[in-house]
């Protein structure tokens, strides 16, 4: 039998060096993160801000956020489940929703800054790529985010960029290039606007709902049965969408939603309240007394 050379002995065991617990878990991308935690030397204790976006199956999630050594501080965020308030109810999770999502988390963060009416963007969205200026010398700079898209795959069109778009529309600065928009000709490297601006106003879906009504009827009944039975069709999503981001830019702050139950006092009435001091020594003296009767 040949001789066979042992890699994964005891010296190779002793040196292992473990990776982070959520590089073990698939969660953070450490490479990316450092770059854009790293804050310049000489810009001291200047916090550096970024534009977290996540997806789940049924929501959209934009944080503003800076890291510290104690962990990550949150600045503001919104949801893409808020925006049934101002009037978009279906969608919850498609490009034009991230757009909307981006736009409210900007309008929140500048108006919690003290900003929205220096900075107010682009009011009436064009499509066209644009980039928010610093004002003058004499005014505020405005206000700096990196795209964070945490493990997305950053591929031409997809809906993080939305969400940068709509950020970056509510007069966010973010660097960016307009090379991943939908609509950007990869060969005559210019971005189609009108492309860019049908899906900030929700008209691919509206495209997407005609062909589907031709072709197979039973089956867009099906996939837009909550459109139908709110009265929504095809030509209602520009108005709507239009709407919303008026909407959106008058009053951007967050409003809790209705409980129906009171969930605090719901969980403690399943929890062992905690004994004082008092309590426990006067409960060790009844069990003392007690033993001492049966005695």
Known sequence: MPFVKEVKNNAY????????????EGKTDYYARKR????AKNKYNAPKYRLVVRFTNKDIICQIVSAKLQ???????????????????HGLTNWTAAYATGLLVARRALTKLGLADKYEGVAEADGEFTLTEPLGDDEPRPFKAFLDVGLKRTSTGSRVFGALKGASDGGIFIPHSENRFPGFDIEAKELDAETLR?????????????SLEEEDEERF????????????GSDDMEEIYENAYAAIREDPTF?????????????????????????????????????QTEV
Request: aromatic letters at 10%; proline letters at 3%; charged letters at 35%.
């Open 13 to 24: 065991f002793s040196r292992l060096a473990v990776k982070y617990r959520r590089r073990r």
């Open 36 to 39: 854009l935690v790293a804050q």
């Open 71 to 89: 962990g990550d501080i949150v600045l503001t965020q919104a949801r893409s489940r808020e925006l049934p308030r101002y009037g978009i109810a």
């Open 198 to 210: 049908k899906y900030i106003f929700g008209g691919h879906v509206a495209e997407y709902m005609e």
């Open 221 to 232: 009944k099906k996939q837009f049965s909550t459109y139908l039975a709110d009265g929504i």
């Open 255 to 291: 409003k809790p939603s209705e409980k129906t139950k009171d969930w605090a006092a719901e969980s403690k009435k399943h929890r062992t309240p905690r004994l004082t001091k008092a309590q426990r020594d006067e409960r060790i003296q009844e069990k003392i007394k007690a033993f």
